[in-house]
């Protein structure tokens, strides 16, 4: 079983920053690959960005490319994800999650893919 836990969300002003960790246990994590996802008020959760360790490699959806980037230390199994110029549209619930497959080496954006879900943090951005 794998356990994540989000922190670092808050309340923030449009144009600011924060910075979510993802801090990853268990003995089934197995540096599994970490994927953030958000879910907005009466929205579909979504996509937000992904990292693989064994691979080395990250993905971001399209929609905060060049705003946001994800990043990890592998030696405490925690992802963070570096969100700057934050918009009004990117209040939401962001929640980290492990990857079904330990060896996946390019990071997948599917939600079914990914089979271990935090708690989740809120975001809140005002304009």
């Known amino acids: 079983q794998v356990q994540l836990v989000e922190s670092g969300g808050g309340l923030v002003q449009a144009g600011g920053s924060l910075r979510l960790s993802c801090a990853a246990s268990g003995r089934a994590f197995n540096s599994r690959p970490l994927g953030w996802f958000r879910q907005a008020p009466g929205k579909e959760r979504e996509f937000v960005a992904a990292?693989?360790?064994?691979?080395?490699?990250?993905v971001s959806a399209d929609s905060v490319k060049g705003r946001f980037s994800i990043s990890g230390d592998n030696a405490v199994n925690t992802a963070y994800l570096q969100m700057n110029s934050l918009k009004p549209e990117d209040t939401a619930v962001y929640y980290c999650a492990a990857d079904r497959s330990p060896w996946r080496l390019v990071p997948t954006t599917t939600q079914t893919d990914y089979d271990s879900w935090g708690p989740g943090t809120q975001v809140t951005v005002s304009s």
């Open positions: 990292i693989s360790w064994h691979g080395g490699r990250t």
